[in-house]
């Protein structure tokens, strides 16, 4: 069974930064895609960032694009999202998710080809 636990968010004003953690347990990820999602107060769960895990390959959406850094540490099994410049649209629950395909073109941004998800950690910008 996999389990992916975040951390690392919290409250940060306009133009901070955050790191997020998000660490796999069970089996790892030699051949898997990971990625970020995120989901404002009644907005639908948006695609933030994925990682291709065998090759180091990173995908962003253009709203994140230039201000957050997709990265992994695979002795440590965890996968990280550095927030740079975080603006009040940012705010909202960040979800890590996984899963053991390497995921191809439209499907790395779409949360229905993920099958293993994190309990999410609120980030929250203030203006």
Same mark, same amino acid.
């Given at each position: 069974?996999?389990?992916?636990?975040?951390?690392? &968010?919290?409250?940060?004003?306009?133009?901070?930064?955050?790191?997020?953690?998000?660490?796999?347990? &069970?089996?790892?990820?030699?051949?898997?895609?990971?990625?970020?999602?995120?989901q404002?107060?009644?907005?639908?769960?948006?695609?933030?960032?994925?990682?291709?895990?065998?090759?180091?390959?990173?995908?962003?959406a253009?709203?994140?694009?230039?201000?957050?850094?997709?990265?992994?540490?695979?002795?440590?099994?965890?996968?990280?999202?550095?927030?740079?410049?975080?603006?009040?649209?940012?705010?909202?629950?960040?979800?890590?998710?996984?899963?053991?395909?390497t995921?191809?073109?439209?499907?790395?941004?779409?949360?229905?080809?993920?099958?293993y998800w &994190?309990? &999410?950690?609120?980030?929250?910008?203030?203006?």
């Open positions: 069974q996999v389990q992916l636990v975040e951390s690392g &968010g919290g409250l940060v004003q306009a133009g901070g930064s955050l790191r997020l953690s998000c660490l796999a347990s &069970g089996r790892t990820f030699s051949s898997a895609t990971m990625g970020w999602f995120r404002a107060p009644g907005k639908a769960r948006d695609f933030v960032a994925a990682l291709s895990w065998s090759s180091g390959s990173t995908y962003y253009d709203s994140v694009k230039g201000r957050f850094t997709i990265s992994r540490d695979d002795a440590k099994n965890t996968m990280y999202l550095q927030l740079n410049s975080l603006k009040p649209e940012d705010t909202a629950s960040y979800y890590c998710a996984a899963t053991y395909y995921l191809y073109g439209s499907r790395r941004y779409n949360q229905a080809a993920y099958d &994190g309990q &999410g950690t609120q980030v929250t910008v203030s203006s």
